[in-house]
Nanobody
Framework: QVQLVESGGGLVQAGGSLRLSCAAS??????????MGWFRQVPGKEREFVAR???????????DYADSVKGRFTISRDNSKNTVFLQMTSLKPEDTAVYYC?????????????WGQGTQVTVSS
């Protein structure tokens, strides 16, 4: 069983920055081969894709982003620590949500199997 634990959420003013972390443990035998990503959700709405990364070749990885965060958020990973990060800059009130870390042996999607418990990000105007 894979466990994902997020940290780094909190309250920040608009224009500020936060870095979320997600540590993976348990059933991930080779973390570097897993696709990792982030979704977010606000009450009453469906979970929304934010960013994801998956292996391209060797130690090279693809990354892609939702249009709403492109240019402001950056996803990265430290395979030696089984950890993925989401650096968020130029935060806006509409970024307020619970952010979820996601892991998948193949492709990150809303139907991926492994999810963290979520961390709250609140951006004040």
């Amino acid at each position: 069983q894979v466990q994902l634990v997020e940290s780094g959420g909190g309250l920040v003013q608009a224009g500020g920055s936060l870095r979320l972390s997600c540590a993976a443990s348990g059933g991930i035998v080779i973390f570097s081969s897993y696709a990792m990503g982030w979704f977010r959700q606000v009450p009453g709405k469906e979970r929304e894709f934010v960013a994801r990364t998956r292996r391209k070749v060797g130690n090279s990885y693809y990354a892609d982003y939702a249009d709403s965060v492109k240019g402001r958020f950056t996803i990265s990973r430290d395979n030696s620590k089984n950890t993925v990060f989401l650096q968020m800059t130029s935060l806006k009130p509409e970024d307020t949500a619970v952010y979820y870390c996601v892991a998948d042996p193949s492709v990150i999607s809303a139907r991926s199997v492994y999810w963290g418990q979520g961390t709250q990000v609140t951006v004040s105007s």
